[in-house]
């Protein structure tokens, strides 16, 4: 059997919270605690979950834009934390990222041409006629017209910009690409062709993605696995098929009654979600969701419940996850 593309282990990252006349360290936020999932290489993992809960400082954690506390991180078999600067480097064209702001995240003052073949030329990879050329392939791979080489971000649509975002993940040939919410900015017509772009281009060059995002029907679409995160930790994680028709976590069965159904003549449950998530710096004790969840009993309160497989496969990090699956 294949070794997966990305293995990570036990992944803790976390930030200082200072305080007091003399700005010291009071406490430290728990961004991302504890967290353990794999990325089979030609796949995509979704990672679902509420603003706030670490999706994004999981998916930056992964590609050591941001430093982990602990943990292991295996990409192709190989401990990117233990690597120096100088292997990081060369280890960063397997590994890239599309933002969510299309916008924000390309320079200004850079033509699309020149952002999308900056890597490139960092890496020794092309320079000159050749680059230019790799540049043009790049944008017509993504649906771009090779004439917009020469303009500027704002002269493009939302939709143009990510392609652009894309092109350049895409220049350094990676092998995984972290997809932080890269559609959530976009107009719902615009979104379906970004996400079919995606799909088409990993099974062109058999990418692996890391796709995050909170709207589930989405992720539906794109993901062959689902994990779902909540306060820095994965909650559940099983194939797209067993989330979505046996959620085994209260959590997840609430994100799924929130999806909206097109339709007003269908009537459909309520989420029984309320309140907000809690601070990751102060978590509450037992499990993190307690004071959230419908069915919650005095164990829940006082014991930490650890992810478990309910079915082949299929894991939830609730007491009485037989219940809901």
Known sequence: MMEPLLIVRNLRTTFPVYGGLLSREIGRVKAVDGVSLKIDRGHTLGLVGESGCGKTTLGRSILRLLEPDEGELLIEGKNILTMGKRELRSMRRNMQIIFQDPYASLNPRMTAGTIVGEGMKIHGIASGKSLREQVVKLFELVGLPSDALGRYPHEFSGGQRQRIGIARALSLTPSLIVADEP???????????????????????????????????????????????????????????????????PYTQALLLAIPVPDP???????????????????????????????????????????????????????????FG
């Open 183 to 249: 559609v959530s900015a976009l107009d719902v017509s615009i979104q379906a062709q970004i996400i079919n772009l995606l799909l088409d281009l990993q099974e062109k060059f058999g990418l692996s993605y890391l796709f995050i995002s909170h709207d589930l029907r989405i992720v539906r679409h794109i993901s062959d696995h689902v994990a779902v995160m909540y306060l820095g930790k994965i909650i559940e994680e099983a194939t797209r098929e067993e989330v979505y028709s046996h959620p085994s976590h």
């Open 265 to 323: 003549a269908r009537r459909k449950k309520k989420s029984s979600l309320s309140g907000d998530v809690p601070s990751p710096m102060n978590p509450p004790p037992g499990c993190s969701f307690h004071p959230r969840c419908p069915h919650m009993e005095n164990r829940c309160k006082e014991e930490v419940p650890l992810p478990r497989e309910i079915t082949p496969g299929h894991k939830a990090a609730c007491h009485f996850a037989e219940r």
